[in-house]
């Protein structure tokens, strides 16, 4: 976001605060006026640097009303992921739909450890 108040309006990367609005709509007047005293003058390539000036002038205003008139929730469904290629093995649990503390009695392993003599 471009917060510097001199930012030039074609900057793609100004992005204008919905309470500047009329701000950019004086930018937008002050264009056209600009324009007029310039093919008044007979200035031509000031004509066609203010025209660009005054096009991305509008498009920046469409896009604030574009942007403020959407609403502000709205939600996105990413979808569940999908992993592909990887097959996982059911263990027993699943394989025989057995409920897991009648799996782990059925399955109790004795582990017993040395004595550790302190020396």
Known sequence: MVWFREACIRCPMLRVDP?????????????GDRITEARMNGWLGEVEGLQVSLDAARAKLTSLDRA?????????????PVIRGSRREPCAVERFQVHPSRYLRSHAIAVTFPDATVS
């Open 19 to 31: 309470q500047q609005r009329p701000r950019l709509i004086a930018i937008i007047r002050n264009l």
């Open 68 to 80: 403020t008139s959407a609403p502000t929730t709205s939600v996105t469904s990413l979808g569940i």
